[in-house]
């Protein structure tokens, strides 16, 4: 399975830490109303953690493996050729996905054709500056079947939303010892290299293309000069 590092690696210390700030960010996250539906693309098997499914009537977890929570429902899918129609789905949810998808740019074309206008969409993604997220990733190739899996940098992925136009809004980094978010216009300017990961909050746009037609120039029309006081000149002769 692709993902098993991703569940070996909390279950260290430091994963553990890291999967509790990770469980409270997407809490906070959803905000969308119960009555939506929400996609998360990539079972994790701690969903209750940060989703109330009895609540959540419409919140679905497509794995290709089957993982997630059970008191969810679950469609057992690949990623980059999602069974949804378009515009369908208010809000998804990709945690640690991207990074062992070796479809990811289709996976994103798929996100964005299944979303609807003005949906949400949050990734958490390894930071691959992060000297612990690293050693992980060298220790796993060493191994005789390494796991296929491929950092993503945060300045990428946002050049892909936005050809996708996706308008980012929130940029979230995760520490061991805290969590900070930057907002609007810094998004681009403001990121941490001792971040263990990173998550992006986006929202997709949908731009209405104005025809423009031409203008026709208008025929100019004949005007009597003092037509209007010409009866009133008549009768004062008189």
């Not at 992060?130 to 300045?155: G, H």
């Amino acid at each position: 399975m692709k993902r098993n590092f991703l569940f070996t690696c909390y279950r260290t210390a430091r994963g553990e830490l890291l999967r509790r700030l990770e469980s409270d960010y997407l809490q906070r996250s959803i905000t969308v109303s119960c009555k939506q539906t929400i996609l998360q693309i990539g079972g994790l098997g701690w969903e209750k953690d940060f989703i109330d499914c009895s609540l959540y009537k419409n919140y679905i977890i497509l794995d290709s493996h089957g993982v997630g929570s059970e008191e969810a429902k679950k469609i057992q899918a690949e990623p980059y050729r999602l069974p949804l129609q378009c515009d369908s789905v208010d809000m998804i949810i990709l945690s640690h996905l991207l990074e062992f998808d070796a479809n990811r740019l289709q996976t994103m074309r798929e996100v964005e054709r299944v979303l609807k206008p003005e949906g949400v969409l949050v990734i958490l993604n390894f930071n691959p500056w992060n000297l612990w997220i690293t050693y992980q990733y060298l220790w796993e190739i060493k191994k005789p079947d390494p796991c296929r899996w491929r950092l993503i940098r945060r300045s990428r992925l946002l050049d892909w939303l936005k050809l996708l136009n996706f308008e980012v809004t929130l940029s979230t980094e995760f520490n061991f010892n805290s969590v900070i978010s930057t907002h609007g216009q810094y998004i681009a300017h403001r990121y941490s290299v001792t971040a263990v990961a990173y998550a992006i909050k986006a929202i997709k746009r949908r731009y209405n293309v104005i025809p423009l037609t031409p203008v026709r120039e208008a025929k100019p029309r004949l005007v009597l000069v003092n037509s209007i006081n010409s009866s009133t000149q008549l009768n004062y002769h008189d």
